[in-house]
């Protein structure tokens, strides 16, 4: 690793007690210890981009979530070349000397080892394309464990965290605006922590919630979620509690998640019950196959691990939507009225049947709502999902 203060490149043994041998001074985080990857000039250096040089305050939460991997992990085998490799190997070494121990008392049971370790090996090379099956990904630090590994070290060591970083648990609530705009809807605590942090509720006269029961009944609402089962669901969950009173989703979609799946941070449960994925579905029929057998799969998105600049764009064309005045209709757009067959007798003419078709809305574009947006199945007069390119 490289030495945080003097820049020198250190050997392990060139760092001991987390200390430089060159400059004599100490350094928060040891890779050996900690973890492959975690020093000090990580840190500094993913805290600075995260904040986008300072101008962004970025919390303990997302900073964790950067330091992880993006995309699937790889896929895992039951077999394991090595280990085959290993037992054939002993394997063979043990017939040998069976062979050559044959006439004394331990040949047969020497021979009974050997061909044993041959039998398990040649087990192993017949698993090498067989997939393990699914285990859990989870974050690779708890929050807790983050705190001890990270930032108590780190003020240890350098007496506060890096610039423009703050821990979640510290970042303080502001009040509730007077008159209040909209609401916004997140469970997740380190994503309304940095919206805090960032003044987006003063900027935006936005009331911040993390439960759907503290929603006040007379605002518009704009939910922000995980790409997760759960997530979805609180959309509809929401809509249905607030009849009448619009509901915009600013979530994480799992359609945008499934077209650069490298991208994001994924974790899985393989413990997701059927149960759960069949009221998925009724709740949000406009899932496709795809995304559902993703569900299926365990997998999901954490919204806080989307970079913070970006989700502060999310937040903030979420409050330009929710309080821009709803786009006029134009009633000589709409198309009322069946459209007559042809006479019996005589066949219908191409001209006729497109006629017929845009009667029923067979092939067109959804018709924009109150809002000026459209349903986000493509059903014409359909509710406003709020997708946007989270």
Not at 156 to 184: C, I, K, M, N, T
Not at 356 to 377: C, I, K, S
Request: glycine residues 8%; charged residues 25%; contains cysteine.
């Amino acid at each position: 690793m490289i030495c945080p203060h003097c820049e020198k490149s250190l050997l392990q043994r060139q760092r001991p007690r987390r200390r430089c041998s060159y400059c004599r001074q100490e350094f928060a985080l040891e890779p050996k210890v900690d973890g492959p990857g975690l020093h000090d000039l990580r840190i500094r250096k993913v805290t600075a981009k995260l904040s986008d040089e300072g101008r962004l305050t970025v919390t303990s939460g997302q900073l964790n979530y950067a330091l992880q991997h993006r995309g699937r992990p790889p896929q895992r085998f039951r077999g394991d070349k090595a280990r085959a490799a290993g037992r054939i190997g002993f394997g063979v070494i043990g017939l040998v000397i069976a062979v050559a121990a044959i006439d004394t008392g331990l040949g047969p049971l020497i021979l009974l080892v050997a061909l044993l370790l041959i039998g398990l090996g040649i087990r192993q090379v017949m698993l090498l394309d067989v997939p393990a099956p699914p285990t859990p990904v989870r974050s690779r630090w708890s929050e807790e464990v983050f705190r001890r590994t990270v930032l108590d070290r780190w003020r240890h060591v350098y007496g506060s965290l890096p610039p423009g970083l703050v821990e979640d648990g510290l970042v303080r609530a502001g009040p509730v605006p007077a008159d209040p705009a909209f609401v916004l809807l997140c469970p997740d605590r380190t994503v309304t922590s940095f919206l805090h942090a960032n003044r987006y509720p003063e900027l935006h006269r936005a009331h911040l919630v993390n439960e759907l029961r503290a929603v006040p009944a007379d605002l518009p609402l704009v939910v922000l979620h995980d790409a997760s089962p759960k997530g979805h669901r609180l959309v509809a969950e929401a809509r249905s509690a607030r009849p009448g009173l619009r509901v915009l989703d600013a979530g994480l979609s799992v359609r945008t998640v499934l077209v650069e799946e490298h991208k994001y941070l994924l974790l899985r449960d393989v413990h997701r019950s059927e149960e759960s994925l069949l009221q998925l579905e009724r709740a949000v029929p406009e899932l496709t196959g795809s995304q559902l057998d993703w569900f299926a799969d365990g997998w999901w998105t954490p919204l806080a691990a989307l970079p913070p600049k970006r989700l502060l764009a999310l937040a903030e064309r979420a409050a330009e939507r929710i309080t821009a005045p709803p786009a006029p209709r134009d009633p000589a757009a709409r198309r009322t009225g069946p459209v007559p067959s042809p006479a019996e007798g005589r066949p219908e003419s191409p001209a006729e049947t497109r006629r017929r078709a845009l009667a029923v809305g067979f092939m067109t574009w959804p018709e924009a709502g109150p809002d000026g947006t459209t349903g986000d199945a493509g059903r014409p007069g359909g509710p406003d999902t709020g997708k946007g390119p989270a």
